[in-house]
């Protein structure tokens, strides 16, 4: 006879099992953080901006940047609220707060756009006293 096979016209049950079964969890387990691995990525660009390509290096930061970004059509955004072009002197003067070291800037701007749409929003900037401006650019490797 086999081994843990149990005469079935005897009247003999079979005790229950002690032991969960994890190999079910596991995989579900797995098969999230495969998601959590793809999808994070895709969480990071709140406007969707057509970037320049660039082959310089990235940086590296103390404190967390401001994000300005303008789209193709010209609106411009602080993180990702959209900011009137008539309220983003006194945005930019109040994001600048006059610490001891300025803040530094992350200027995304798609490619599409007028220079001199980028320039006036540079202007405002300098004008805030935010000297430290970084061009984001889509990197080649």
Wanted: proline residues 6%; negative net charge; aromatic residues 4%.
């Amino acid at each position: 006879m086999g081994m843990g096979v149990s005469g079935r016209g005897r009247g003999r049950r079979r005790a229950p099992m002690a032991e969960i079964n994890v190999t079910p969890f596991v995989d579900v387990m797995l098969v999230l953080l495969i998601i959590f691995m793809v999808t994070a990525p895709l969480l990071t660009a709140g406007v969707p901006v057509n970037l320049p390509d660039s082959r310089a290096a990235a940086l590296d930061q103390d404190q967390e940047p401001i994000t300005l970004s303008i789209d193709e059509t010209g609106r411009t955004f602080i993180d990702e609220t959209e900011v009137p072009e008539a309220v983003l002197p006194d945005r930019l003067a109040a994001l600048a707060g006059g610490g001891d070291q300025p803040r530094q800037v992350f200027l995304r701007a798609d490619r599409t756009l007028d220079y001199g749409r980028v320039m006036r929003v540079m202007g405002e900037l300098n004008r805030a006293g935010l000297n430290r401006i970084a061009l984001v650019s889509v990197g080649q490797e």
